[in-house]
């Protein structure tokens, strides 16, 4: 079984800049990120996939957000910068066992989700 933890939310100012971290346990292929505002579905924000240590990003990526990982402790850390108060949402991590670039794109392609970590930007 496969556990994923995020950490690292919480409340900024606009502007500001945080860092998420997600550790993952087992033997996986991918982590993501993907983040709810409330009412609306999960967003893809982006994904690393170990072999390589390729990134993904959505198609409308701004170029403040950016992935980086230790794949040693199956961690995977997102890096927000310039934070807006659209970017406040509940931010999930999740783990993936395929390599899929279309795939890891959707909450589908992925297996397991961690509980989500609130990030809240204020104006």
């Known amino acids: 079984q496969v556990t994923v933890v995020e950490s690292g939310g919480g409340l900024v100012q606009a502007g500001a800049s945080l860092k998420l971290s997600c550790a993952a346990s087992?033997?996986?292929?991918?982590l993501g990120w993907f983040r709810r505002i409330p009412g609306k579905e999960r967003d893809f924000v982006g994904a690393?996939?170990?072999?390589?240590?390729?990134?993904i990003y959505p198609e409308s990526d701004s170029g403040r957000f950016a992935l980086s990982g230790n794949n040693a402790k199956n961690t995977v850390y997102l890096q927000m910068n310039t934070l807006k108060p659209e970017d406040s949402a509940v931010y999930y991590c999740?783990?993936?066992?395929?390599?899929?670039?279309?795939?890891?794109?959707?909450?589908?392609?992925?297996?397991?989700w961690g509980q989500g970590t609130q990030v809240t930007v204020s104006s």
């Open positions: 087992g033997d996986i292929s991918a």
């Open positions: 690393l996939i170990w072999s390589g240590m390729r990134t």
């Open positions: 999740a783990a993936s066992l395929n390599e899929g670039l279309l795939a890891l794109r959707l909450p589908a392609g992925y297996h397991y």
